[in-house]
């Protein structure tokens, strides 16, 4: 009788004959299954059967004979398939939480492992059972276990790490073994990949079987007297049929033992191409080596798109969103990319690598070891407008070939402590990162760490940092590193100290990044201290309560290593009280003499401010002597000038006067002569004979005395009208100047009344402007001028009343 498997293809459940493989189990109705066979010894599974009651559509009717089997077996792996088994693993992980918490505790990555993908097993002792379970139910297990605080959610394997859990869980939830007996699950989940379902679930299972069980009874005993029947009529047909069927079975003995020669030929083949590929993976490898480490040149130019992430070992720390949005907002305001990245070549042997074509995309697989966040921000900046930003399209790259990892971390760490636009390293990234290179040489409990183990680990710690010998990383990081050493249970609590921090959950919290004095205290203190502080520091979440519990546990560590007795600690009190009493007295003096050296300062204090204050009053007096001077020497010059003017005016005056008075002498003269020549022509009567001699000579003297009179008529018409205009304009001109006088007399005697409007004298422009009074002064008054708001100083001279408008 074969026997049947069921197995996992490709996330499916198929039965298995053999070498052939029959249809899905999920596409298979109950009816047109049948039942299952499910043998077993001494509680194991050793094979699963098939049993169809349908003889025309049976593929193997003559293959299964005798009594019916079970049926609650039939539904358990029928409820399996189904996924039904699968919603009560939440269930079974809940009652089993203290194996699921130890088995989280143990859990270790190996160092000459990489990290594993989704789906992938760290520990070859298992089978991966989580396919057959469904993803409602694989969630509701993650973010169940994401509840334990075991789960180290600050390093890279979390995915593998769900996985395996979810899987030991499948395992040893199965008939309520013990997580001992790995050996009997694995043979379990090999032969059948059946998990057994909770004691509940299977109770429920047991009583419907047993009323399957009753109406199949009654089912068989009809069918049985049917067989007999049919028996009796086929038992002469099947004489004939025997003969027929050992041919076959002849036949298909002589087919199985080709196939079986086929497939150990095919196996030998497999097997030595196994071997090849492994030669020749090995040689590559001896290839690479040669050339490991290797600078393949300084400043090249590299397209963007071949830079990727580094593999775990070699990254230095994970990205920051937001550190990287700063960088995209630097990069979009700049003509191109100044940052010389560093690129480590992998996957490719030395002789292809090509300079001109590392400008091509797609060619070669670049890690960024150093500037992973100006990769990422140029590589986003081209998904969101490559047209604008295609001149970031190459970037200058420091290329190397095949860089171990303790080099490429220390690559990186130079990197990041140069570059302008690289984010800074908090304590955080220090501890974490120091945590990791010590879970690479060490993967058990940190409680006992051996020398040498520490010895490397500083080394290498050094040739990351840069330091030159162990005394400078002790000088410089000894807090950081005790922290770094903490065991898994307190590891947990400062992981979740850091994420609240940086969330800045905490009361109280101070401003800033993390600092390495938060942790100086802690770090003196054996791991059971620390958990209590930090337990406590997580309870009440307040930042006081950090250096508080701290200084509280290190008294009692003192009390605890420290025996002393009572008389020593009287003595040790005293000489305490007397210090603090010798300091008081000094700090009561220092405190004197501060006092007494402020009161000085307040008195020197006092006496500069006078001095300044009298400073500032001479030097307005002198201002307003100068100005009041220069005022008395202009009034002297224009005084001086009006005094020449009037000198010239009265000479003109009396020259014009004495013109006046010839003129008035000659006309009064002509007169006369005008007036004896009319009386003469009157009084002597000329003889008849004698006027036509002298009538010629009279008209010649007439004419002459007639031009003469014209003349002399001219003479008196316009030289009196220009006398009289000179004189009148000289008479005005001096009644005005009077006045003038008479004014300034007047304005200058009076006073002015604050905000009056008056007129003020302005030097420069020797012009007299419009101004209010603000107040009088010693020297005169102060006044505005109102065009242009300046304040003045001035003299009684320079003002004068503003005249009102008729």
Known sequence: ???????????????????????????????????LKVLRVDGEVQSVQL?????QKSL?????????????????????????????????????????????????????????KVGD?????????????????RDELTSYLSTFDEINMSVLDIPSMVHDTIAFIIHHSSDGKDSNSCTTATKEIETSAIVQPSQA??????????????????????????NLTEEQNQTEEHNGVEEQNLTEEQNQTEEQNQVEEQNQQEEQNQLVEQNQLQDLEQNELEKLNE???????????????????????????????????????????????????????IGISRKKIKERKLRKPGRYTIETVGGNHTRKAIQELLEEDEARFNHLCTVRCRLYFNLPHVEALRLGHDHNMTNDLSKPTSVDDFIRMFRKELHKLFDRNFRKIPASIIKQWHQ???????????????????????????????????????????KRKFKHQPRGMMKTLHFKQLSGFENGKRLEVLKNLLKTKDWKDMPSSCERKKKDLVEAHCDVSKNDASTFNKEIEEENSSLKRKLHEMSKQFEASKRHCKEMKATVDEQASEIILLEKQKNDQAESLQHYL????????????????????????????????????????????????????????????????????????????????????????????????????KKRHENQKNIRSLEVTNDFAVNEKVMGFWKPEKKWYSATVLEKTKSGYKVIFADDKIVRVLSLQNLRKKKTSR
């Open 1 to 35: 009788m074969e026997s049947w498997d069921i197995v996992l293809d490709s996330g499916n459940f198929c039965l298995v004959l053999g070498r052939f493989k029959w249809g899905k189990i999920k596409d298979i109705i109950p009816g047109g299954l049948g039942f």
């Open 51 to 55: 049993k169809d009651f349908d003889s």
């Open 60 to 116: 193997f009717k003559d293959q299964f004979r005798g009594t019916l089997f079970s049926r609650s077996a039939f539904l358990k792996v029928w409820n399996h398939i189904h996924g039904i088994n699968s919603i009560s693993l939440l269930q079974k992980a809940k009652g089993m939480e203290n194996e699921v918490q130890a088995f989280l505790r143990n859990y270790k990555l190996s160092a000459s492992k990489k990290l594993p």
């Open 121 to 137: 097993s760290i520990f070859t002792d298992y089978v991966d059972t989580t396919k057959g379970i469904s993803e409602e139910a």
């Open 201 to 226: 679930s299977c109770a429920k299972q047991d009583e419907l079987g047993k009323m399957v069980e009753q109406n199949q009874t009654k089912e068989h005993n009809q069918v049985e007297e049917q």
């Open 291 to 345: 050339f490991e480490g290797e600078l393949i040149g300084e400043c090249l130019e590299v397209h963007v798109s071949n830079m990727v992430s580094p593999a775990p070992e070699r990254l230095y720390r994970a990205i920051d969103n937001r550190h990287v949005e700063e960088i995209k907002t630097a990069l979009s305001k700049k003509e191109a990319c100044f940052t010389v990245l560093l690129g480590n070549v």
């Open 460 to 502: 290498n710690l050094c040739h990351i940092l840069g330091l030159d010998n162990k005394r400078d990383l002790h000088n410089k990081y000894k807090t950081l590193l005790a922290i770094s050493r903490s065991e898994e249970n307190v590891w947990v609590k400062i992981c979740k100290v850091f994420d609240l921090y940086e």
């Open 634 to 733: 202009f009034i002297e010059t224009m005084e001086k000038e009006k005094s020449e003017e009037c000198k010239r005016n009265e000479k003109t005056i009396a020259e014009k006067d004495a013109m006046i008075k010839n003129l008035e002498k000659e006309l009064e003269d002509q007169r006369k002569r005008n007036a004896d020549t009319i009386v003469e022509a009157k009084d002597k009567p000329s003889k008849a004979k004698n006027r036509k001699l002298h009538e010629n000579k009279e008209k010649e003297k007439i004419e002459n005395q007639a031009t003469n009179k014209e003349l002399v008529a001219t003479n008196e018409t316009e030289m009196p009208s220009e006398i009289e205009a000179r004189t009148s304009h000289a008479n005005e001109e």
